[in-house]
C-alpha cells in the first residue's frame, strides 16, 4: 500500500471553500422555506376558497398546480436547508471529498425537482391567463424560469464546478 502526501494547506483551503459556500446555500434555502411557509397557506386557503365557493375548475386546477409547485419548492429547499446546514467536516478526508463531489455536480434530483416546482407554478399562471393574469406576466414569469436556469448554470460554472473539480482531484489523489 503506498502512502500519499496531500498538500495540507489545500486540503484546508478546500475546506474553508466548502464550508463557505455550504453556509451560503443553507442561508438561502432557508429563506425561500420561510417564504414557501408564507405562500402555502395562503394558497391552500384560495384553493379551499374557491372550491366552496363553485368558481370555475379551470381556476381552481391552476391554483391547485401553483399549490402544488409551492408544495415540491418547500420541499426541496427544506430538504437542501437541511443536507448544507448539516455537513459533517469531521469525517474520513476521502468520504468527506466524495461527499462534497457529490453535492456540487451540475444536475442531480434536487435540480429535477426545482424544475419541476418552477414547471407546476408556471402551469398554474397559464392556466389562470385565461381568467385574471394578463398574458405579459405570464410570458415574463416563463422567461424569467429561463434567464434563472441560465444564471444557475453560470454561477455553478463559476463557482461551484470549481469545488468539484478540486474535490474530485483530492479524490484521486489520495485513492492512487
Known amino acids: 500500500m503506498t502512502t500519499t502526501h496531500i498538500d495540507e494547506n489545500t486540503l484546508k483551503y478546500l475546506c474553508s471553500k466548502l464550508k463557505k459556500e455550504d453556509k451560503v446555500i443553507a442561508g438561502i434555502s432557508k429563506a425561500f422555506v420561510i417564504v414557501c411557509s408564507v405562500l402555502l397557506p395562503l394558497y391552500l386557503y384560495i384553493v379551499i376558497d374557491l372550491f366552496s365557493r363553485g368558481k370555475e375548475l379551470s381556476i381552481i386546477v391552476a391554483n391547485i398546480c401553483t399549490l402544488g ?100 482531484k483530492l479524490i484521486k489523489e489520495i485513492e492512487s
Open 69 to 168: 409547485g409551492l408544495l415540491i419548492l418547500f420541499w426541496s429547499y427544506r430538504n437542501n436547508k437541511r443536507k448544507y446546514g448539516g455537513i459533517d467536516y469531521s469525517e474520513p478526508t476521502l468520504m468527506m471529498l466524495k461527499k462534497a463531489a457529490k453535492r456540487y455536480r451540475a444536475l442531480s434530483f434536487k435540480s429535477i425537482t426545482f424544475i419541476i416546482g418552477l414547471f407546476m407554478l408556471h402551469i398554474g399562471l397559464y392556466i389562470n391567463v385565461f381568467y385574471n393574469t394578463p398574458l405579459f406576466i405570464q410570458v415574463s414569469f416563463f422567461f424569467t424560469i429561463i434567464i434563472a436556469i441560465v444564471v444557475g448554470i453560470i454561477i455553478w460554472k463559476n463557482r461551484y464546478k470549481p469545488l468539484r473539480d478540486d474535490s474530485l
